[in-house]
């Protein structure tokens, strides 16, 4: 391949305000941009013929996965190999024409993998960098393996849990993002909700975290990264607040319980003989839920906050409506409500027994047409 002379080699700050946009919740430093969450990345308007970027990965089991997007469609999609190294964007394209690219993180926060980072540092490029126009919303996601798009790619049936079968495209939240015109972002995490986890394991609940850049990951490299530091949630305030939690807390119920291999503690969401929720089980669930909600107010004081939960099925929707009723009684907050999301199907199950792709366009359909008058009179 014949070099291209005419390559800039362009440190992230050096691109140039509003010719670089970050997407996702970062630290906010750019030399180099570390990629925590979903869905997060970079995006250019590229005047050129070619571009390329400076990647960097590590992982101690599982690997970083992007996906690159020329002009709003998806044109590629890799595996990030651990290392520092060059990856081509595009080339050999029409010079004297802007391109829009995305560079987006398909996979999540991996909580369980504490070597697992991906990081851009450059850019190389062969013409001229255009502003990157602001979007009217801004819509934050919270949620779990639904919402981290694990098996929304991937051939029906696929068993292994990889970073392969994730997906942040094949997504309901970018999907709904897409469909109302708003830039978003995701903090979620596959097995997690708002009071345990599907095993049990109190610990792994995405609210006690949720103050943080990233801070249910582990490990002294993501905490340089600055994975654990506070979030400057100031430099960006939603319109709109997603929550998609409750799927893995109803899951706890039919599951063995949780130990503590320190302390030898257990921790078990218990059943009745009858097969129906404990009533101080699930109570402490509703007020985990409660908590969050004013959590999420005091985080993101103008948001509307929708608990739009579904999709793997809807058992714990009765007590979201109580705990959803109660912070409203409580606070007078008018600005929180709840949707259901449809149902998964055997016509539009995807991967891992996940919904598929076909599942989360129909989730993203009803989701954005619901919260779209919600967001008139709100755009910036």
Known sequence: MRPNVNLIEYALPDIGAGKLKVHGRTTGELDPLTLFWTGSGIELNAKGSELWIEVEAGYDTYEPWISILIDGEPVSRQMVAAGRHWACVFRGMNASVAKNVRIVKDTQAMSGDPGCFLQIRAAKFDGEFLPVAEKPYRIEFIGDSITSGEGAIGAVGEEDWIPMWFSALRNYTALT??????????????????????????????????????????????????????????????????????????????SPAWTDEATGATHKQRLNEDGTYHEEDLAAFEKAAENFLAKLRRCNGKAHIVWAYGMLGAPMMPAIYRAVDAYAKRTGDRKVSVFQLPNMTEETVGARAHPGAAAHERAARELAGYIRPLLTGSGR
């Open 177 to 254: 993002a897409e469909a109302l015109n708003a830039e978003y972002r995701v903090i979620s995490q596959s097995g997690w909700g708002v009071l345990t986890s599907w095993d049990n394991n109190p610990r792994a609940n995405v609210p006690d975290y949720y103050e943080q850049v990233c801070g249910l990951l582990q490990g002294e490299r993501n905490e340089a990264l600055g994975a654990f530091r506070p979030n400057d949630f100031a430099a960006w305030q939603p319109d709109a607040v997603v929550v998609n939690l409750g799927t893995n807390d109803g899951g706890a119920f039919h």
